[in-house]
């Protein structure tokens, strides 16, 4: 009979063991799936800034040949 308690007891505490595995796998399979989302996010984010980067740029370009243009309109009209 205490043979048999002794089996009785290390089922248990293999059926505890393996549960406990179950959920650390459970856990990190989570974290591995949030990890994943987040750098998405994160290079969503990147992209968002960089095109950003790229319409500040493209305004600052646009600004600069208006200058051109009116600096050129001014030299040519005292040319005239």
Request: with cysteine; net charge negative.
């Amino acid at each position: 009979e205490i043979e048999e308690e002794s089996k009785s007891s290390e089922r248990s505490a293999e059926a505890d063991t393996q549960a406990k595995l179950q959920v650390l796998e459970d856990e990190v399979k989570q974290l591995s799936d949030d990890k994943r989302r987040l750098e998405a996010q994160m290079l969503s984010i990147k992209d968002t800034t960089d095109i950003s980067a790229l319409l500040d740029a493209q305004d600052a370009d646009r600004r600069r040949a208006d200058e051109c243009q009116r600096e050129a309109q001014e030299l040519h009209s005292q040319l005239r």
